[in-house]
């Protein structure tokens, strides 16, 4: 169409490639009973509601925003020029893209969680906040001019569980889960970063890099690569975790580090204060503070 598309009833809607030079809506005045589109969409902006299933293909708005809002969302990469917002019908919904790019806006969960939310591509906005009540399973997560908030805290402590590849904030980054949490690398460019398994889980991060402090918080062990903080670097602040492993060199203007049982690390420099490790064992490299 050369302007807009609406589609509703009550009913299925099934349709092929979709081209609407204005809005495409699905079930805005009464939601279908599923949607099912064969074929690529693309419209300025996208709304498509549906009660149950909604399968697609690629979804483009290309100048407006978009939401999408099924009990079951499949659907391969989906971009929006503007905000990228998506929901299930209830807490045990699912959600499944290819990819989510939004280009101007923020890519977030809006309304009620699912239970899963699974993204095999990047997923990239101004701004990112990905909620599950039990699993997120990500691959790259980027905010290019905001933050990066994940959680999965919804389900009972142990359950929930964060995976992702490599997560960049050009703010702040902060994850949290009521299970593991696992990463490639967390960049937090001028903010912070802050994990924290709310259940005792294993965080496994790898490489850090912040522009302010780093907090990372679990009754359960710690593993991270290199690690650079241009404020504090504290670990196990809240309750000591189980142990704490770093693989590469640790630099931050403070470390403290609480531990029940073992901390191993390479070598740790405290730029701008001390260096503090209370621990069951200790295996260091070389160690250097300004104010130890």
């Known amino acids: 169409a050369g302007t807009t598309i609406a589609l509703d009833t009550t009913g299925a809607v099934t349709a092929g490639g979709t081209t609407a030079g204005g809005a495409l809506t699905i079930g805005s005045t009464v939601q279908p009973a599923s949607v099912l589109l064969t074929g690529d969409a693309s419209a300025a902006s996208v709304d498509i509601r549906a009660a149950a299933g909604l399968t697609a293909q690629d979804i483009t708005a290309t100048s407006g925003g978009m939401f999408l809002l099924?009990?079951?969302?499949?659907?391969?990469?989906?971009?929006?020029?503007?905000?990228?917002?998506?929901?299930?019908q209830?807490?045990?919904?699912?959600?499944t893209f290819g990819s989510l790019t939004s280009t101007n806006g923020i890519v977030a969960v809006s309304g009620l969680i699912p239970s899963t939310v699974t993204v095999t591509g990047p997923t990239s906005g101004t701004s990112v906040f990905l909620y599950a009540i039990n699993?997120?399973?990500l691959g790259n997560v980027t905010a290019t001019n905001g933050n990066v908030y994940l959680d999965s805290t919804f389900s009972s402590p142990g359950t929930g569980k964060i995976t992702a590849g490599n997560v960049s904030a050009a703010g702040n980054a902060r994850i949290v889960s009521s299970g593991d949490i696992t990463t490639t690398a967390i960049t937090a460019s001028t903010g912070a970063i802050d994990v924290d398994s709310?259940?005792?889980?294993?965080?496994?991060?790898?490489?850090?890099?912040?522009?302010?402090?780093?907090?990372?918080?679990?009754?359960?062990?710690?593993?991270?690569?290199?690690?650079t903080a241009g404020g504090a670097l504290t670990v196990g602040a809240v309750a000591p975790v189980a142990s704490a492993t770093f693989t590469g060199?640790?630099?931050?203007?403070?470390?403290?580090?609480?531990?029940?049982?073992?901390?191993?690390?390479?070598?740790?420099?405290?730029?701008?204060?001390?260096?503090?490790?209370?621990?069951?064992?200790?295996?260091?490299?070389?160690?250097?503070?300004t104010g130890d």
């Open 90 to 95: 209830s807490n045990a919904g699912t959600a």
């Open 249 to 289: 060199n640790v630099g931050a203007a403070s470390v403290d580090i609480d531990a029940v049982g073992a901390v191993n690390t390479l070598a740790i420099t405290a730029t701008a204060g001390m260096i503090d490790i209370d621990a069951g064992s200790v295996a260091a490299g070389a160690l250097k503070a």
């Open 70 to 88: 099924g009990e079951t969302i499949v659907a391969d990469d989906v971009r929006a020029a503007q905000d990228l917002l998506f929901a299930t």
């Open 198 to 227: 709310t259940g005792g889980g294993t965080l496994d991060l790898g490489t850090l890099n912040a522009g302010t402090t780093i907090a990372l918080d679990t009754t359960g062990a710690v593993t991270a690569g290199g690690t």
């Open 135 to 137: 699993e997120l399973a």
